[in-house]
């Protein structure tokens, strides 16, 4: 089939949001927190297909979105990276060209940073969001006392969507399996850069594209809206 198509993870339970709903389910305005960015993807015309990790239970309500570029909602793993390994399988049928991966907990990803990320991946190979860290980062030592600032000019909170070329991303992580000593990682991009030592491009990213960790996260969603 080639083409583009979005891997959306919605499989995360949200501990820290201390509710019985995953953060991806609840409501926001009267929807799902997770339809918004589906729905994004759904009206790209450079989207060709959508594919959710997600908890069996809610298959029906992601099919109640009724969203027609939805090709499979999949079950996850047990970590962020099992549930996109989970994902790139089932996406190989499709065989698409270009893969971007999105955590359903960002439910605000604009057209122009999708698109960017996609034009950085035909460029580059890999692309991911980010946006420059505003705050004095210090690292400590094991003992809780800062030992030395880094400069911040050079530092940037990873976003999503990773935007990557389908063989290459699905490549890295089934490498990233015959090697749990490479464990833990925390996103795609880590993930390539261990597997291949392939860096990321990295595109500009949006403080609307926040990540929805806890409560507090979504009052400020509310300010956005």
Request: proline content about 7%.
């Amino acid at each position: 089939m080639g083409g583009t198509f979005a891997l959306v993870l919605a499989a995360g339970r949200g501990k820290r949001m201390g509710s019985s709903v995953p953060k991806q389910f609840l409501l926001f305005a009267g929807r799902p927190l997770l339809y918004y960015s589906l729905e994004t993807f759904q009206n790209l015309n450079e989207i060709d297909g959508i594919v959710v990790t997600a908890d069996p239970q809610y298959k029906k309500t992601i099919d109640d979105f009724d969203l027609k570029k939805i090709k499979a909602v999949v079950p996850g793993g047990e970590e962020r990276y099992s549930s996109v390994r989970l994902g790139l399988l089932s996406l190989r049928p499709f065989a698409p060209d270009y893969v971007l991966i999105h955590d359903g907990a960002r439910p605000f990803p604009d057209a122009e940073l999708i698109l960017r990320t996609l034009e950085g991946a035909r460029k580059y190979g890999a692309a991911a969001a980010a946006v420059p860290v505003a705050d004095t980062i210090r690292v400590a030592d094991e003992n809780g006392f800062g030992i030395k600032t880094p400069d911040r000019r050079t530092l940037y909170a990873m976003q999503t969507p990773q935007t990557f070329s389908f063989p290459l991303i699905l490549k890295a992580y089934e490498e990233l399996m015959k090697h749990p000593d490479l464990l833990p990682v925390t996103d795609d991009a880590e993930v390539l850069q261990k597997v291949t030592g392939k860096q990321t491009f990295l595109t500009k990213g949006s403080f609307r594209n926040r990540k929805v960790t806890t409560p507090e996260d979504l009052t400020i969603l509310k300010s956005f809206s």
